[in-house]
Each structure stands twice: as structure tokens, then as C-alpha cells.
């Protein structure tokens, strides 16, 4: 995948890595604006290209009384916006066959949620609105079981693929990374490391996914270490009471300081 042809991307010659980044879910029109805003800042600080993540809705969740969404037009149109206000691509996931071409003509990379991967008709669908198509890898798939679900989107006559590590399931209630698996799947597209979903803590008791947003550095380090493409992760100005995920996502108050020092681990390793 060559990200300098996603639409409205800054691409730098910094050999940087690029970051897929926002809140879990769209919960209005002025909290996306204000989270868009501030990452752009940042990342056009520091050089490192952007794209604007947002679910429109949230098809997997624990309880039935979870936040679902604000209606799939309204937060669609919220992302459109984002794009067209800051001159940023936008991703968001998608969970049916019928979603594709819908959020397809809003943004500018179709996700695919780790439960779903495997999901031929919803892969292919992604693939053929020739949108860039960004696979999470399943929490209960190897790395090198990635190759089939990139090879879907390649069979489908679409070459902008990438693949997005966000854990792997160890016991009922928690998430690893095997970084082994990072050059592994660098070998059938680019590859991104989740450093806020790969630290959930999901199957609690209350219905209620937990999370350790303090091992955020922890992780991204790694893979910054081990040549990461991208990372991606889920911000919020006031996680506590995020509408998803707020248990692992990182404050966006902390996100400068974080990307500043992934920054410096990457020109050091450029020059090794």
C-alpha cells in the first residue's frame, strides 16, 4: 500500500510512521471537530501523516444496553466533515455487506473489525468500492493467517490493503502482542500496531470492557522497535466518560508527549 495515494494524506520524507487515530465512536459533531483538530496539530508538529478514525456505529458490543451510535447518516456526515474542515482522510468500520457502499462514499479507508476478518462477503464488498481496506487481524488468528484475508482484497482487484495487529486473546479477559508477528505480516502489506485496543481487558463480569491505558508507551515503543508501518489508536478528552472503550483509550492531553518520543525511537532506528 502506498499511503502518499489515500486521499488528503500529508506525506512526509521522514520515513516516519503514519497514525490512524480519533475516539472509539463518533458522539457528536463538536467532540470529533475537537479531537480531530488537536491530533492534526500535533501530528503536523511532528511530521507524521494522519488519518481521522471514527466508528459511525458500533455493531459488537458486551450488553444490549450499550452505546450503539447516533444514526449511521448523521455520524457518516460528521466524518465527511472532519475531512473536509482539516483536509484529512478519515477511516471508520464497518460490520455488514451493505455498510461498504454506504460508508464508502463518506471516507476514505474501510476497516474491518477483528471479530469480522474472516468474513469473506464483508471483505470482498470493502475491497470492491476500491477503497483502502484496512484488516484488524482477529484475536484468534495466527500473523501468517493474515495472507488469505489480504489475498481476498488483492483477488478483488484492490491493492490498498494494510493490516492492523490489535492483540491477541490470552485467557477470557485479556490481550498480548506477539511482536513476532510484525515482520511476519510486513511481508503481505504494510502493518499497524493497535496500542490501545491490543490493551483491553474484555469479557468483564460487569459487561463493561477494561483496559491498562498506562501500558500505551509500553507497547507503541515496541513496535516502533520492530518497524511498524503505522500505529493506530483511540483518543478522547475526557476518556472517563467516552461513550466505547474509554477504559483503554489514551487522554488526548498525553497524546503530544507520547508521539514525540515514538518520533525520536524512529529517527533513531532510521539511523542504525
Partial sequence: MDITLIPNIKHTDSNNFFL????CSIEGEEMA???????LEVTNKLEIPFIFKGS???????RVDSFTGIGDEKALKILRKVSETFNVPTVTDIHEVSDAEKAAQYVDVLQIPAFLVRQTDLVVAAAKTGKVVNLKKGQFMSPSAMQHAVKKVTDSGNDQVMITDRGTMFGYQDMIVDFRGIPEMRQ??????????????????SGVTGGRPEMIETIARAGIVNNV???FLETHFDPANAKSDGANMLHLNHLEGLLSNLVAIRKTINNL
Avoid at 188 to 205: E, G, K, M
Fill in 20 to 23: 490512524l487515530a480519533g475516539p
Fill in 33 to 39: 471537530m475537537r479531537i480531530a483538530e488537536k491530533v
Fill in 188 to 205: 503481505f502489506a504494510p502493518t499497524v500496531l493497535d496500542i490501545t485496543h491490543s490493551l483491553q481487558q474484555p469479557n468483564q463480569t
Fill in 56 to 62: 459511525f456505529k458500533k455493531a459488537n458490543r458486551s
Fill in 229 to 231: 508501518d503505522g500505529l
